[in-house]
């Protein structure tokens, strides 16, 4: 993600809570970028200091990629 635009496009459908968008952008990423935005969802879901709707977002956005991937 190279440019600001683009990263926030990416961010809002990643914690959009729709599934389609989340999908989208989960698969705009590669192998190498994927752990350290799970580490952030990770993160945005647990820790204090983020509102509730954002914590809310992450959960989404987790409980859709942990359902795309290989058990």
Do not use: C
Request: glycine share 4%; net charge negative; proline share 4%.
């Amino acid at each position: 993600m190279s440019n600001q635009p683009e990263l926030d496009a990416f961010w809002a459908d990643l914690l959009s809570e729709e599934t389609w968008r989340i999908q989208k952008a989960w698969g705009a990423l590669n192998d190498e970028e994927k752990p350290y935005v799970m580490e952030h969802l990770n993160s945005m879901a647990t820790d204090s200091g983020w509102a509730e709707s954002q914590r809310d977002s992450a959960k989404a956005a987790l409980i859709v990629i942990e359902g795309e991937r290989p058990a």
